[in-house]
């Protein structure tokens, strides 16, 4: 009773005003709430609760660390607060499984115990050395409040689950160089072996330009940092969480951090701490300059590629040599206030395991959901040769559309009434182009999609859509939005609407392709060839559980046709205690 008493204090104290402190000599991305740090939840509430998407029964995470697959498992590592639902508090949660889909919980694998990590320990990367043998490389926070580069091994590599982890005492490995900015020098990439080293990235910045900064060992204890950066790029602020790992040129394969040749590109990826997006280019790496230039075509920064278009964050890949593939994990943190996310018990997730491979062309990398997670689908239904008119939305009855994986195929029977795309637009990005042209804005061809989480009556509905331009020329531009300006009634929540364009010719193939994972709190969306993925998170107050509805929809002139949609309600995984 008297814990109930204090969380309704707090949260009364929190409702008439709320104390953010942005603790800039510790941490520039997160938001530090030291009266809510500590505040264990008193009931954990479902309602928005995902199912299969990975998340701890209550409390905060955000980045996934150190993912590998070691011993048969796969260990997946990520940032926790045992303590409370928003940032602070910080260890590496550990956990476990022989799918990435059905998880086992561990004790914590690294928390703060010594000096060069006793204010911290924060993200960084798995690397497995000779002999089969793990190591870890993660930022600590010294007693001087700088962020230095430590390691931590098994206490027995034996042990397949790797339940204990020592932080030796010849800690730190890497230290700020005198006049580095020592507050934003962090996340530590998993190092990869060639020409006799071992090299590794961390992030930083210097000034307004973000840097990846390399160090190189023979011995993985010694590290030496070049003299130049490894790249760079001005006004892009801190580099957090950077990755790099090759990709071959062709087929879906994965490789090993250390593969190098003529038959690779590289990727370069980095979340940029003052858009809370990340971004990557691709290119190619000169290990004897110790430099990456990107190709001609791309671009660092606001306007380069994405990963995923929406509420997706500090993201972490790893080979997977048991079915060689390259699988990324990412972050998708909470839109509501941290206040609901105390009163609520819990916050964050991470998306669902994506196999990445280079596209055909060699100009992005292509994405989807590893197959893993289709041991969960149970009832199926299919709607084929389904006509929409303009205004028509048909429902998908007889799955659970509040925890639902959808795959549908659309066909354009005639191009002729795209809109013309205004030069005036071409200021916007994708993402402010579909807030002017969202759902409700009727269009020529387009928007089409699906409303997911919607009310019976569409109070609420959070759209998966494209919308179709004509480009000068007889180009075409195909936007793909997921917007969550109508997913709820609540106000007080950041309902964006995120969008991506789509690289494909609608000139030979006028089909659109769309997967949609569907998970109470979450739209994680696939669009055609595994080109765009855009995630949303929405909380609506209608449209959950039983009450959630699926619509397939059209607001364009054009008629557009449901050639095939098939739809399954996704039971939860056997084991989700991590």
């Not at 001087?144 to 397949?160: E, F, H, L, T």
């Not at 919308?467 to 917007?483: E, N, P, T, Y």
């Not at 855009?534 to 509805?549: D, M, Q, W």
Request: some cysteine; proline content about 6%; charged content about 20%.
């Amino acid at each position: 009773m008297d814990t109930l008493k204090k969380f309704l204090r707090v949260l009364l104290l929190a409702c008439c005003c709320v104390f953010v402190i942005k603790n800039d000599a510790v941490e520039a991305s997160h938001n530090v709430y030291p009266e809510f740090q500590s505040l264990a939840a008193v009931k954990v509430n479902q309602v928005h609760r995902t199912a299969f998407h990975f998340r701890p029964p209550s409390n905060w995470i955000n980045d996934p660390n150190g993912p590998m697959y070691f011993g048969g498992l796969y260990h997946l590592f990520y940032q926790y607060n045992p303590k409370g639902a928003v940032w602070g508090n910080i260890v590496w949660a550990h956990s476990v499984s022989m799918d990435m889909i059905n998880w086992e919980a561990l004790e914590p694998a690294i928390y703060p115990s010594k000096p060069f990590d006793i204010n911290g320990c924060w993200s960084g990367s798995a690397t497995i050395l000779p002999g089969n043998k793990p190591i870890i490389l993660y930022t600590g926070i010294d007693p001087q409040n700088r962020q230095v580069q430590n390691y931590a091994i098994p206490a027995n590599s034996s042990d397949q689950y790797l339940r204990k982890w020592i932080k030796p005492d010849n800690n730190p490995l890497v230290v700020p160089d005198a006049g580095m900015n020592a507050t934003a020098f962090r996340d530590p990439t998993t190092a990869w072996w060639i020409d006799g080293h071992w090299k590794m990235l961390v992030g930083g910045k210097r000034k307004h330009r973000g840097v990846a900064h390399l160090y190189r060992s023979k011995d993985f204890m010694h590290w030496v940092k070049a003299h130049h950066a490894f790249h760079s790029a001005p006004h892009t602020g801190m580099w957090e969480c950077p990755d790099f790992y090759p990709v071959p040129l062709v087929g879906k394969f994965g490789l090993d951090t250390s593969n190098f040749g003529a038959d690779v590109k590289h990727v370069m990826k980095v979340s940029l701490d003052e858009t809370r997006y990340e971004y990557y280019t691709l290119g190619k790496y000169f290990p004897e300059k110790d430099r990456y230039v990107p190709d001609k075509a791309l671009v660092d920064g606001w306007s380069g590629l994405r990963y995923d278009y929406g509420n997706f964050y500090a993201s972490k890949s790893f080979f997977d040599p048991a079915k060689s593939r390259r699988i990324l994990w990412g972050w998708a943190n909470e839109s509501d206030t941290s206040q609901e996310d105390v009163a609520k018990g819990w916050a964050g997730i991470q998306t669902i395991p994506r196999v990445v491979w280079l596209s055909p062309d060699g100009k992005q990398l292509l994405q989807w959901p590893i197959e893993e997670l289709e041991t969960l689908r149970g009832q199926k239904v299919e709607l084929n040769i389904q006509k929409l008119k303009l205004g028509d939305y048909v429902e998908v009855k007889g799955i659970t559309a509040a925890q639902a994986d959808v795959d549908v195929l659309f066909t354009i029977p005639s191009l002729d009434k795209a809109e013309d795309f205004d030069p005036s637009w071409t200021s916007l990005d994708a993402q402010r182009l579909c807030g002017l042209k969202g759902s409700k804005i009727q269009g020529g061809l387009g928007p089409f999609g699906l409303l997911t989480l919607a009310s019976q009556n569409l109070e609420e509905f959070t759209p998966v859509f494209f919308r179709i331009f004509k480009a000068q020329g007889s180009r075409h531009l195909v936007l793909m939005c997921s917007d969550a300006t109508s997913s709820s009634l609540q106000n007080n929540l950041y309902k964006p609407s995120f969008a991506g364009f789509v690289d494909v010719d609608l000139t030979s193939y006028k089909k659109l392709s769309l997967r949609s994972l569907i998970d109470h709190s979450v739209v994680e969306s696939f669009g055609p060839g595994a080109k765009t993925c855009i995630t949303s998170r929405v909380y609506p107050t209608l449209a959950v559980n039983k009450e959630a509805h699926l619509f397939v929809f059209n607001n364009g002139t054009e008629t557009i046709t449901v050639e095939s949609l098939t739809a399954w309600s996704m039971n939860a995984p056997q084991q989700m205690n991590a």
